[in-house]
């Protein structure tokens, strides 16, 4: 009895929180599965008609959409575990104490404080292929110019390295704050008993630094997968559909195309490969633990 | 009694009484005029011009307020999709490109405004393909804003610096009429081998740094259907089949392929024009003699004497083995379907598209060709319209008789413009034009699929 009212309460504590996260995560997953098995009737003043699997179907026939997946699963292969490594490293950098770290700390806070349309459009200046800054570094090399975000090898990569810029730096704020949790006297003991500057890195801290890595894996991956603003920006989703990710290719159905039904079916598909996703990192952490 | 009047307790209580009248007399005066949301342009002079409309109106009107919503080209398209979805009823006014009437339409997004405007004030009011243009079946959906027309416009200091002979043109200090802008435009029209032959000379690295500082040639909306249109339909190829329905066979013909392999010659094989420039950006190389050639709206022409540019106008270039084609259409302003001030709405609308004094006023500040009938006969008449640049206009009314065609008249034209222009910035940027132009026929036809 005693127990039934301990987990009533439990549960009333918990209310404000569940009700929240059923109002702002829930719901909205809800209507968008319910919008994805909509379509708009143009023939009825865009009147909402249920098709079933309608959009899905037509979805996965659609070859643009399929690109998009290829392009949306590329770049997060690449930005992801890139952007997490970066994170580390300045990290590592940031925790070490000398004269003058203060200023390279500063330097690592930077691309924080830069909000990401506006470095979006320093980087379009800089990349610009006509009078851009970095072709102009390249020809003291005597490297010719390149033109960047107009061309489909390079665009993605260009997407990439201004979103890393960017990301690491944030991201670094957490693995840093993780760096700081580990004990002292341990690195010492290990110090003492011989280990090597490396093997300190692999053996101690790199696992006592499990659980925001795990926290920064995670959430980095989320927000790539749902990466728009550079796109946005920056190419609209070329040359060719080479950086149409499937978050720009959703916002071009529903806000450019007027189709909300397939939109939100792209939503679905990109909530899946997260889910996915972020299922996949866990699992790898927990077999670790084990 | 002295206590109760000193300079120090009246002047609290006064200030106090004169906030409060303040407060109410501007609840009340809110609560009294009526304000309008307009989602529209922000793009160049637009903002401005529809300003001066507004002060006239409110003059008129003062119960009446317009407010804009401004966004950039692209952005108002989806702002109009999202706002109009969701039902939103702050908005009251909407700026339609022409081909979207019927699409507006059918999804509800528009008002019909027959009940306030009679089907003889819409004859006589505007020129025919204008008003048939905002209609929808027996509808009268959008009131037409203004025409448009499309311009060859050569920078006579940059052709003369680089001892290139320009071609027959409107020039400053000369007087023009209609008959010797008809003879120019029939007789000494350049083609686009001509223009290509000319920017290859024109274009140059003034600095001798290996960047080029002056372009040949440059188009005003870069990769926008409006504009490229006229490339192939002008080796007579239509983007659509009749029926609007069908871009297989049409968008990837072979006049279409040809007309852009052209356009990426521009920019990848003769390197005349420059690469990895927005349309809101290609007016001001153009105004700040960066290119020498530049074809673009007549709404140009004011913004290019502002800047202190030396210019002349000649007709719109064409293929050789094909026929001259300009561009043309332009705003119109619909009525809000989910708005709550639908009269005053349409009273506005009238004031800006039909009345004389609404509609010169927005002619003479934004400079775009009118679609009334009363200005278009006052620019063939008036003496005014004799002398460099306003003769342009004439020479806008003859292509509008004789080269202009409309865009497409298809319920997939919000897909078909954007997949036209992100396929020619493709183009630009190096992709093959068969390969960009099968992929977005194949595109286009998935989505005019829905409405067979």
Not at chain 1, 48 to 61: I, M, Q, S
Not at chain 2, 364 to 392: C, H, M, V, W
């Amino acid at each position: 009895m005693k127990r039934r009212s301990e987990a009533l309460v439990a549960y009333w504590m918990l209310a404000p929180a569940l009700l929240a996260l059923g109002i702002f995560r829930i719901y909205p997953i809800a209507v968008t599965c319910w919008g994805s098995l909509c379509t708009e009737s143009f023939a009825h003043a865009g009147k909402l008609l249920f098709v079933g699997l309608a959009n899905y179907l037509d979805l996965f026939k659609d070859p643009i959409f399929w690109k998009s997946v290829w392009v949306t699963i590329k770049l997060n292969i690449v930005i992801n575990p890139l952007q997490v490594c970066l994170a580390l490293l300045l990290a590592v950098m940031a925790n070490q104490r000398f004269r003058g770290i203060g200023f390279y700390r500063l330097l690592f806070f930077v691309p924080i404080g830069v909000s990401l349309p506006i470095a979006c459009i320093v980087w379009r200046i800089m990349l610009d292929p006509n009078n851009g800054l970095i072709d102009s570094i390249l020809a003291l090399g005597r490297i010719p110019a390149q033109p960047f975000l107009i061309n489909q090898d390079q665009a993605l990569w260009c997407i990439v390295a201004i979103a890393t810029w960017k990301g690491a730096s944030f991201w670094m704020i957490f693995l840093w704050a993780g760096l700081q949790d580990v004990p002292r006297e341990v690195q010492e003991a290990a110090q003492i008993d011989g280990a090597s500057q490396t093997q300190r890195f692999f053996r101690i801290t790199l696992p006592l630094i499990k659980r925001p890595l795990l926290f920064v894996l995670v959430t980095d991956t989320a927000v790539n997968f749902l990466l728009f603003v550079p796109m946005f920006l920056l190419t609209r989703g070329g040359p060719a559909y080479s950086t149409n990710v499937l978050m720009y290719e959703a916002y071009k159905s529903g806000f450019t195309y007027g189709e909300m039904g397939r939109a939100l079916t792209i939503v679905m598909v990109l909530l899946a490969l997260v889910m996915i996703a972020v299922v996949a990192q866990f699992s790898l952490f927990q077999r670790e633990k084990v | 009694m002295k206590i109760l009047f000193s300079p120090f307790r009246l002047l609290p209580v006064s200030l106090c009484l004169s906030t409060a009248a303040l407060f109410l007399s501007t609840v009340l005066a809110a609560r009294a005029a009526t304000t309008l949301h307009w989602l529209t342009l922000s793009d160049g002079a637009w903002p401005a011009s529809v300003k001066k409309v507004i002060a006239a109106f409110e003059a008129e009107n003062p119960d009446i307020k317009v407010e804009l919503d401004l966004y950039p080209f692209r952005q108002l398209f989806e702002t109009i999709e999202v706002r109009m979805k969701a039902e939103d009823s702050d908005v009251d006014l909407i700026s339609v490109d022409v081909p979207l009437v019927a699409s507006y339409t059918v999804r509800g997004y528009l008002a019909p405004l027959n009940e306030y405007f009679t089907n003889e004030e819409i004859e006589k009011t505007w020129v025919k393909p204008s008003w048939q243009a905002g209609m929808y079946k027996e509808n009268f959906m959008a009131a037409p804003q203004n025409s448009s027309s499309q311009f060859f416009y050569i920078n006579r200091k940059l052709f003369q610096q680089a001892n290139v002979t320009p071609p027959k043109a409107l020039d400053p200090g000369k007087e023009t009429n209609y008959d010797q802008i008809a003879s120019i435009a029939k007789d000494d029209r350049w083609t686009w081998e001509q223009v290509v032959d000319a920017a290859k000379k024109l274009t140059k690295d003034t600095k001798g740094d290996g960047k080029i500082d002056v372009w040949g040639f440059e188009f005003d909306q870069v990769s926008r259907l409006y504009q490229l249109q006229c490339l192939g339909e002008s080796l007579g190829r239509s983007l659509v089949s009749p029926d609007g329905l069908k871009a297989e066979g049409y968008l990837n013909s072979d006049q279409w392929i040809k007309a852009a392999q052209w356009y990426a010659d521009l920019f990848n094989k003769w390197k005349v024009s420059p690469k990895n420039v927005s349309p809101a950006e290609s007016p001001d190389l153009f105004a700040s003699g960066k290119v020498a050639m530049f074809v673009g709206g007549e709404w140009n022409v004011p913004r290019f004497q502002e800047a202190g540019v030396d210019f002349a106008i000649a007709p719109f270039p064409y293929f050789k083995e094909g026929r001259p084609v300009t561009g043309t259409g332009s705003w119109h302003v619909g009525v809000a379907k989910g708005s709550s001030h639908k009269a005053e709405a349409a009273k506005f609308a009238k004031f800006l598209t039909e009345q004389e004094e609404g509609s010169k006023i927005w002619f003479e500040a934004q400079g775009q060709l009118p679609a009334t009938q009363e200005l278009l006969t006052a620019i063939e008449n008036s003496e005014k319209y004799r002398s460099f640049p306003k003769d342009a206009y004439l020479l806008g009314v003859y292509e509008a008789r004789n080269s202009a065609v409309f865009r497409p008249v298809t319920p997939g034209y919000l897909q078909l413009e954007d997949i036209f222009f992100s396929t020619f910035e493709d183009i630009r940027n190096g992709v093959d034009p068969k390969q960009a132009l099968d992929g977005a026929a194949e595109r286009v036809d998935r989505f005019l699929a829905q409405f067979k």
